[in-house]
């Protein structure tokens, strides 16, 4: 499966971003879907999680109350919507994906997802 992010960029604090995610060449059935974002000199971070049936979402504290993570109708998009956004969100941002067989799952552990994308650049200014 391959990923492909887009949406991010440069702007200011107190703005907003939409990140997407799609599948390249299939489909996002059957998969629990999740954001992560590496900033220079850290590790790679989980920001949100989706089940495969989008019904049940999970946040880590960073980004709680401000991100909000997504499907499209068809599940096939996974989308991140980032507002309120500060200069310590600058990082490359990564969609995830694992094969499931619950649609309820939601998955948060970092070694636990078996493929990802190439990542988008997201830029705050102060």
């Known amino acids: 499966v391959q990923l492909v992010e887009s949406g991010g960029g440069l702007v200011q604090a107190g703005g907003s971003l939409r990140l997407s995610c799609a599948p390249s060449?299939?489909?996002?059935?059957?998969?629990?879907m999740g954001w992560f974002r590496q900033a220079p000199g850290k590790e790679r971070e989980l920001l949100a999680g989706?089940?495969?049936?989008?019904?049940?979402?999970y946040y880590t504290d960073p980004v709680k109350g401000r991100f909000t993570i997504s499907r499209g109708n068809a599940k096939n998009t996974v989308y991140l919507q980032m507002n309120s956004l500060k200069p310590e969100d600058t990082a490359v941002y990564y969609c995830?994906?694992?094969?499931?067989?619950?649609?309820?799952?939601?998955?948060?552990?970092?070694?636990?997802?078996?493929?990802w994308g190439q990542g988008t650049q997201v830029t705050v200014s102060s």
């Open positions: 060449g299939r489909t996002f059935s059957n998969y629990a």
């Open positions: 989706i089940s495969w049936n989008g019904n049940r979402t």
């Open positions: 995830a994906a694992r094969r499931i067989i619950s649609r309820i799952v939601v998955v948060t552990t970092l070694d636990e997802y078996e493929y």
